[in-house]
């Protein structure tokens, strides 16, 4: 029906193509007849002028029209070329200046273009083809009825089947169901035909020619789970193992040594003086493996936080006011209310500035505290001038601490609270200068 439509169109086309190029030409056709035949000429030239005129004017009548249609149909063949994937053809006579060969440089120009993104396109494809491949991630594509219409190698082992048998079944039939609801990006314990355990799904949308489709990518989180388990688990012990060691080899020392006093038949004068002594060292460092042991506990122990609306200044002021040993500035910024646990969030601004405090009473330092709203955050700094963090990735270490008293809990305590408030908590050294900059970022009550 189209190609008669245009066969039709290109008829009428040109038959007005023609009778727009007869009707001017007609007048002076036959006022040149009329001349021949009333201007004395003989018979002869008569005959011959009136065979010849009309002749002429035709062949010119065609060369117009072969002048003005081929171009369009050569135009036309170099776009349907265009259309069907052939940039091969291009368009001869391309040249500035001249209205028909400027339209041969467009369309020529086009070509290289649709050549150009055809190439980029089949190379795109062919690199996410290989990429899809050896990934050892699965992924599915799902239309809009949940029929799976992609897949890779890594699907097909995960369920067990090859592709062929794979697509068409719907999700529900394939037990891919439940990765199609849910939480965009979660981490599932799961059981497939191909394996089971802890599994981390991700899902999105996408449209193709105008439908929507779904696309679902499941990576098997076994093996990095447990090296993360094996990893944690050997930095707990080492530092447990320390912190027992530390306090178990002097009370086993002097233990040892009180029993050798205390065995023999003759003991010194001062061996009272010497038991004391020695049970003061095992009773101090009881204590100290008792307040180890506390701190641990209180680390496994931390509850969800209970937010409430909290003014900001006010709780910095009071949290400030309860630092003794030194005089803490408070430059303040704009009047903001935080969504959070008043508790959670006095304990961890007490850290930073005890931290900020401690490390100044080594360099006469000072410590301030000030904040600003960024976006739908308020950003709040502890900054001192003290030596700075020498070792800035044990920071966050659990027991790992520098100082003779310290349980080396406080920043993981602080951080693990930032985080259950859906903020961040960053230590960085100074750009400008000596001293540490300990960054909070908690997010705004919106109400």
């Known amino acids: 029906m189209n190609q008669q439509t245009n066969k039709s ?37 008569q005959i011959t002028g009136t065979i010849l005129l009309p002749a002429l004017f035709g062949l010119g009548l065609v060369a117009l029209r072969e002048h003005v249609v081929y171009p369009l149909h050569t135009i036309a063949n170099l776009l349907a070329a265009l259309r069907e994937g052939d940039f091969s053809l291009r368009g001869r006579g391309a040249q500035r200046g001249d209205a028909l060969g400027e339209a041969y440089l467009e369309i020529n120009a086009l070509s290289d273009t649709l050549r150009e993104q055809r190439l980029r396109a089949l190379e795109a494809t062919a690199l996410l083809r290989s990429v899809m491949e050896v990934i050892e991630v699965a992924i599915f594509t799902f239309d809009q009825e949940e029929r799976l219409r992609l897949t890779n190698p890594a699907g097909e082992r995960l369920l067990a089947q090859p592709v062929e048998r794979l697509l068409g079944q719907t999700a529900q039939e394939l037990g891919l169901a439940e990765c199609l609801r849910g939480e965009n990006n979660r981490v599932s314990e799961l059981a497939f035909p191909g394996g089971s355990g802890r599994w981390g799904i991700r899902r999105t949308t996408f449209r193709q020619q105008g439908m929507p489709h ?11 789970l447990r090296e993360e388990e094996r990893m944690a688990w050997q930095r707990l012990v080492r530092v447990l193992g320390h912190e027992i060691n530390n306090s178990l080899t002097p009370i086993k020392s ?104 401690d490390a100044v009473l080594e360099t006469s330092g ?32 659990p027991f790992f601490t520098t100082k003779p008293n310290g349980s080396g809990i406080g920043l993981f305590l602080s951080r693990q609270i930032a985080e259950a408030h859906h903020g961040s908590l960053t230590l960085e050294n100074n750009a400008a200068g000596p001293g540490c900059c300990a960054r909070l970022e908690l997010p705004l009550n919106q109400d």
Do not use: C, H, M
């Open 9 to 45: 169109e290109r008829i009428q086309f040109e038959a007005r193509l023609w009778w727009f190029s007869l009707l001017p030409g007609l007048p002076g056709l036959l006022v040149a007849l009329g001349l021949l035949w009333g201007g004395g000429f003989s018979f002869k030239a």
């Open 254 to 357: 002097i233990a040892g040594s009180l029993a050798t006093v205390a065995a023999r038949p003759e003991r010194p004068s001062d061996w009272e003086e010497d038991l004391g002594r020695g049970l003061g060292v095992i009773a101090s460092r009881a204590e100290s493996l008792s307040r180890f042991t506390a701190a641990y506990a209180r680390l496994t122990r931390l509850p969800a936080p209970r937010p409430v609306s909290l003014d900001l200044e006010p709780l910095v002021q009071r949290v400030v006011s309860l630092e003794t040993r030194l005089s803490v500035a408070v430059r303040g910024g704009p009047a903001l209310q935080v969504q959070a646990d008043r508790e959670q969030l006095e304990q961890l601004l007490i850290n930073l500035i005890r931290n900020g405090v």
């Open 366 to 397: 000072e410590v301030v505290v000030l904040w600003y709203r960024r976006s739908r955050f308020v950003e709040l700094k502890v900054l001192d001038n003290g030596p700075g963090i020498s070792n800035s990735g044990n920071l966050f270490v």
């Open 214 to 224: 779904v696309l679902v990518v499941i990576a098997d989180l076994k093996d990095s």
